[in-house]
């Protein structure tokens, strides 16, 4: 009788102890963030000594749960059926998703972006690296660089990308990364202990540098319900 009544609340303390655990989690909430779009020149970083002319959509996650959210990575994808450029996008309608970068990871580095060893994986990884959020805090990740001048052997005087490299004087490897006409760029956010709800933006026509601000965003950008990838 004595080891079935030790028995009963060991098992009462382990499930109120799991049970803990289970309500004790993060909640992330996600929203885009447009105030970087008002930024001035002088605002940017420099390399090699001049201005880059560049701004940002960012992503803003706000951890409104009960625990810290651990080892957090902000992934894109880019749902591309929607774009009459990417028509023929089959059979999954998704092109290779993006991990983007913290803002954190970034802030000390954005001076100096002409003295980053690219060659130096160790380094190169850190600027990648998942960040924890404790509760009631937030962090930022960019999500769309919108820049002044021209990138290296490119016709454009400006352009509109995902935001795949530190450095906004680099063009992307993926072509596919270059916003498109219609498109849709889904946001979510991987926790070793939990995941956010999709967040998508729409692009309504290729955002332009010198036109741009949060006052005109909607004029470039749909926040929209993520849509279910056709088969």
Known sequence: MIFSSV????????????????LKKPKL???????????????TPTIGGSSTGYKTVRIKVINRGKATAEECIAKVEIMAYESPELK???????????????????????????????????????????ISIAVGDYEFADLIIIGKEELDQLSEDQYAIVRCNLNPNIKPVNDNLWLKFDEIIK????CSNGNSKSLCLKV???PIYDDISS???DEY??????PKLKS
């Open 204 to 206: 309504k026509k290729i």
């Open 215 to 217: 006052g005109k965003k």
């Open 7 to 22: 028995s009963l609340i060991f098992s009462s303390v382990t499930f109120a102890y799991y049970l803990q655990l289970l």
């Open 29 to 43: 909430e996600v929203e885009f963030d447009y105030s970087k779009l008002d930024s001035k020149d002088s605002e």
């Open 221 to 226: 950008f749909e926040e929209i319900e993520c």
């Open 88 to 130: 023929d996008v089959k059979p999954s309608n998704l092109l290779e998703p993006v991990i983007l970068h913290w803002t954190r990871n970034l802030d000390t580095l954005t001076t100096k972006l002409d003295q980053i060893d690219y060659s130096n994986e160790d380094k190169f990884e850190r600027l990648f690296k998942p």
């Open 187 to 190: 946001v979510i956010i991987y």
